[in-house]
């Protein structure tokens, strides 16, 4: 069974860091692109950041670039976002989620972790 | 970037009615398009890929239609599991956007 757990969250205060991870299991971590989503309390879904298998290719949202980094450590099935200069407009649920690959990868999000929430407020 | 228009943004309904949510796309999305449903408090599901490809264990009174700008999902007879907001999403380029939802909500 395909499993993603998330953690990292918590209050943190504006232009502060935190550093999410998520731990893959029942499947090959390293043969599938990651990615990150979030979602603002009462809002819709915004995606973040993807990753590739090797951590070679990474894709951001532009509200994020320069402030986020997303990583993967396939030794340990994990997946991170590093979250610097955090700012209000942050807060929100933070999903990971794995991309459909079968032969090639698209970005359709098949499984979901439960989330972890991030509070950017002073 | 690609924006993606849901419409409606609300839509009330009964158990048993056909109904349907369309996604318009900004620019042509080629038939790369997903749909998700999300219930309150709980994790978004993927319904279709590629504008049309049911999930595994998805109903069958789910189905998803269109190419380019243009898309549709339909549910033929709705269930009271039904009830939730739906979400369609490009999965086309980067940056890879998310519609504004469909509440769906009972009559």
């Known amino acids: 069974e395909v499993q993603l757990v998330e953690s990292g969250g918590g209050l943190v205060q504006p232009g502060g860091s935190l550093r999410l991870s998520c731990t893959a299991s029942?499947?090959?971590?390293?043969?599938?692109?990651m990615t990150w989503v979030r979602q603002a309390p009462g809002k819709g879904l915004e995606w973040v950041a993807n990753?590739?298998?090797?951590?070679?290719?990474?894709y951001y949202v532009d509200s994020v670039k320069g402030r986020f980094a997303i990583s993967r450590d396939n030794a340990r099935n994990s997946l991170f976002l590093q979250m610097n200069s955090l700012r209000a407009e942050d807060t929100a649920v933070y999903y990971c989620?794995?991309?459909?690959?079968?032969?090639?990868?698209?970005?359709?999000?098949?499984?979901w972790g439960q989330g972890t929430l991030v509070t950017v407020s002073s | 970037d690609i924006q993606m228009t849901q419409s409606p943004s609300t839509l009330s309904a009964s158990v048993g009615d056909r109904v349907t949510i369309t996604c318009r796309a900004s620019?042509?999305?080629?038939?790369?398009l997903a749909w998700y449903q999300q219930k309150p408090g709980k994790v978004p599901k993927l319904l279709i890929s590629?504008?049309?490809t049911l999930e595994s264990g998805v109903p069958s009174r789910f189905s998803g239609s269109g190419s380019g700008t243009e898309f549709t999902l339909t549910i033929s007879s709705l269930q009271p599991d039904d009830f939730a907001t739906y979400y369609c999403?490009?999965?086309?380029?980067?940056?890879?956007?998310f519609g504004q939802g469909t509440r769906l909500e009972i009559k």
């Open positions: 029942g499947f090959t971590f390293s043969s599938y692109w």
């Open positions: 590629k504008a049309s």
């Open positions: 620019q042509s999305i080629r038939s790369l």
């Open positions: 989620a794995r991309l459909i690959c079968s032969g090639s990868c698209y970005s359709a999000f098949a499984y």
């Open positions: 999403q490009h999965h086309d380029s980067y940056p890879i956007t």
């Open positions: 990753i590739n298998q090797d951590g070679s290719d990474k």
